[in-house]
């Protein structure tokens, strides 16, 4: 079977994290191979002789003659894979610690006793989500949807669990390309969320602290979300101009009713741990001091049990609603493509940065 949209949108996105400039020759073909995948054959004039760049680029893509889009695809995924893997084979010759930790600047990974351990760590900005982390939590969920641990966990560094979008990924954008950050905001919004309605093993929050925006929408996918009695949950969407996502629209009126849902998603009232477990968002709740202590002892006892069994229950569970969700998840993210768009969520975000409006 050939590379699926999915994989094209996702190694479209692992060129971004190359951590290497590929060179220009490169680069040509990576560009070429991206035409002919999503518009086919040359269709435009020849540049001029001076256009020496577009010139570059126009031989590139007619030199592929009528290759099908779907092999174009494919060879463009074999390519970004390779240059990933080339990318980290100077890691791999570091020890195994270095080497786990070197993938990643703004997650830590670690596994151990059957639990894959994903903590965002950026806590001097609260954990708010770039451009990067949306990335490489992906990555991570990936490499933990595959490695020999039970259960995994995403957690947070510092005392915020996460302040949500950072956002400083819709700033500084020159006019002419906000219409293009809009559409791959929705594309890497949309990947983001799929990776957790596909996630194929028991999946836990451990929320140490404050919860907002879409890490509060995605715990709606997870299966277990315990708190310290010092989180809060907000989503602040209207507030800013932006509409739900993480699915949120579906789950949380399924899981606290839609009076309750539209406090939140609509009006973003802010609930304490106590109201989110009244709610049913949140499994159980610990005191602050003994929470670490507490969460980790259950879940290493979870991990003991038989993986395969845990990993079906899940998937039974998930079965039953996944195509629903990867369908409300499209929805949500086109319907956001449009809101970044809008004066009222571009003024928010300014305020937020001018200080006016710290929500
Ligand atoms: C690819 C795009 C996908 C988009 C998906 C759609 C997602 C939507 C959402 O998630 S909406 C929610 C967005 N988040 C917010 O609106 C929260 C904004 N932050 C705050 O309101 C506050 O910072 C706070 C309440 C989280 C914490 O307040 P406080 O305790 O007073 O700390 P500071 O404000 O001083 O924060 C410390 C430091 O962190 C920076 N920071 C915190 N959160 C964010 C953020 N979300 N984006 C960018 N930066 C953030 C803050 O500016 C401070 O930076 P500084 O020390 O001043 O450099």
Known sequence: MGASQKDFENAMNQVKLLKEDPGNEVKLKLYALYKQATEGPCNTPKPGVFDLINKAKWEAWNALGSLPKE????????????????????????PEADRKQAEYETVVMTSEDGITKIMLNRPAKKNALTEQMYQEIMLALEAASKDDSTITVLTGNGDYYSSGNDLTNFTNIPPEGVEAKAKNSAILLRNFVGSFIDFPKPLVAVVNGPAVGISVTVLGLFDLVYATDRATFHTPFSHLGQTPEGCSSYTFPKIMGPAKAAEMLIFGKKLTAGEAYAQGLVTEVFPDSTFQKEVWTRLKAYSKLPQNALRISKQIIRSQEKEKLHAVNAKESSILQERWLSSECMNAIMNFFSQKAKL
């Open 71 to 94: 092999t174009a695809r494919q060879n463009y995924v074999d390519l970004v894979s390779g240059l990933s893997s080339s990318s980290d084979s100077s890691s791999q010759a570091k």
